[in-house]
């Protein structure tokens, strides 16, 4: 029996259309309460954008500024000698993301080539994503203060990491 395996589609495209966003772009999402998160897009594969979450919550319209020194959600792992970051993905349907008008593009970033994939979390909504955010940062702060007494260790846990792990400008 031959098995069917989910393959990639194109990444600028879902059902023959073109999509909004690319690897890279940093994501300005304002909520209901009118403050912004701010989200790098990781990956799209096939209809969903593979958001990574940042550890900001703005009253205004985050610059680029805020991506290029933030912190996303991940993890790092590894030893004394090579320590791996890997991101959090929170899955959006890219017709969501592209047809609403709380998502914005701020900028870009040049992303590594290849990134690792600590975890995946689906999300219909940008209130989805708020309520995942606020459960999760308070988890994160903790612990990557936990992890920052042992720099030299690769705790496998929520982290906050400096986004200049994952990008190439860093190399």
């Known amino acids: 029996m031959a098995s069917n395996k989910i393959r990639q589609t194109s990444p600028d ?7 909004r966003y690319r690897i890279g772009d940093c994501l300005a999402i304002k909520g209901l ?6 989200a790098i897009v990781s990956e799209k594969f096939n209809a969903f954008y ?3 979450l940042i550890d900001f919550l703005l009253d205004t319209s985050p610059s680029m500024k805020e991506f290029e ?5 991940g993890t790092r792992f590894g030893s004394t000698e090579h320590i791996e970051y890997a991101t959090d993905r929170c899955m959006v349907r890219c017709k969501y993301v592209d047809n609403n008008s709380d998502f914005n593009l701020v900028g870009s970033l040049k992303l590594l080539t290849h990134i690792l994939k600590a975890s995946y979390h689906y999300h ?4 989805d994503l708020r309520n995942y955010y606020t459960e999760e940062l308070p988890i994160r702060i903790e612990k990557t ?9 690769g705790f496998v846990s929520k982290h906050l990491i400096d986004v200049k792990a994952i990008t190439s400008d860093n190399l």
Do not use: H, S, W
């Open 124 to 127: 219909n909504t940008e209130i």
């Open 145 to 153: 203060r936990n992890a920052q007494k042992f720099p030299d260790l």
């Open 33 to 38: 309460d009118d403050k912004y998160m701010g």
């Open 69 to 73: 020194n933030g912190k996303f959600f």
């Open 50 to 52: 593979d958001l990574t």
């Open 13 to 19: 495209k879902v059902n023959g259309k073109l999509v």
